[in-house]
């Protein structure tokens, strides 16, 4: 069965309907780093991130945005087919910066051949005016997309994870960037310690639903090499969630947003050399098999209790 036609909106099915051809992210480091990691608002950054702040890596980051451009055009084209490409501004907050120099990061992926976009990965508290002015200009100019963190609405287990901000500074960011005509994408983590259905189910998906977002990435915690969270989990203060729990999680996600959302990732990915647990981190294609084994099980799909969702958000 086609997942893309018949559980969820898919980007990958929804940017060959917009471009023709298949069109891939390539992941950038451009050597950025977070408020709070470097001491402006905390510390250490998110207790789940690692040393490349999830991104492709720091040794990355010395090769240029050029160089990992081709590179990633090089691999994309011969794994996947890939034609066309979208330069995606992944690690750390792609928007702490000064604007000269995003402007000139920005401009360099756009000078390479075949990108047809942009999108970059930000932080809802790191978009000053200056900055929002720099990405006003790319998006009336090229096929952009911003990408906010989220991660769950419970404000308690942002404090937890040193977040730094609060779920009210996500809906501000979002309600102010989709009234410039930004296309947003949230970010969710599925599974962080303290964190309960309510708030990674119901009340998430009627808050994104409340503020129109584009898209969603859904990721479920998984234990990083050198994050702060290595600890904690090698001391057995927290746990992961089973594939099936998680499984679950995303199917209860889906039904209850709109089936014109789309879904640009269904859940984390890392390495072999940085991942602790849980194992099935690695395994994508089991992943993807598992959630719409849980659709099927339902006979269900994205957006099914989207409209009794919206008159009884207590479902």
């Given at each position: ?11 990958s ?35 789940y ?41 992944q ?7 000064e604007?000269?120099?995003?402007k ?50 419970n ?37 962080l ?18 503020l ?24 057995g ?12 999680l ?29 194992s ?36």
């Amino acid at each position: 069965m086609n997942e893309t036609q018949n559980y969820y909106r898919s980007f990958s099915k929804f940017l060959k309907e917009q471009f023709g051809v298949p069109v891939y992210k390539i992941t950038l480091d451009a050597g950025f780093t977070c408020p709070n990691r470097d001491g402006k608002l905390a510390i250490g950054g998110c207790t789940y991130c690692d040393l490349d702040g999830s991104g492709p890596g720091q040794e990355r980051a010395l090769l240029g945005i050029r160089q990992q451009l081709e590179d990633g055009k090089h691999f994309m084209k011969k794994r996947f087919g890939a034609e066309k490409f979208i330069a995606y501004f992944q690690a750390y907050t792609g928007t702490y910066t000064e604007p000269d120099q995003l402007k000139k990061l920005l401009d360099e992926a756009l000078a390479v051949e075949d990108i047809v976009g942009l999108d970059v990965a930000t932080r809802p508290d790191c978009l000053p005016p200056h900055i929002v002015g720099l990405l006003q200009e790319y998006n009336q100019k090229t096929y952009f997309w911003l990408e906010l963190g989220l991660q769950t609405t419970n404000d308690e287990v942002l404090k937890r994870v040193n977040r730094g901000h609060d779920s009210a500074s996500f809906v501000e960011a979002a309600q102010f960037m989709k009234r410039l005509g930004f296309r947003i994408c949230a970010h969710m983590i599925f599974g962080l310690p303290g964190d309960d259905w309510d708030h990674m189910v119901r009340k998430a998906t009627k808050l994104l639903t409340e503020l129109n977002v584009d898209a969603v990435k859904l990721h479920h915690l998984h234990i990083l090499r050198g994050a702060p969270m290595e600890n904690q989990w090698k001391k057995g203060l927290i746990s992961v969630l089973e594939l099936d729990e998680y499984a679950k999680l995303v199917v209860d996600f889906l039904e209850r947003v709109p089936e014109t959302m789309i879904v640009q990732r269904l859940a984390g990915s890392s390495t072999s050399g940085k991942l602790l647990a849980p194992s099935w981190t690695l395994e994508k294609a089991k992943i993807i098999q598992t959630i719409e084994k849980e659709f099927e099980r339902r006979g269900s799909h994205q957006g099914k209790l989207s409209s009794i969702f919206e008159s009884n958000p207590h479902i």
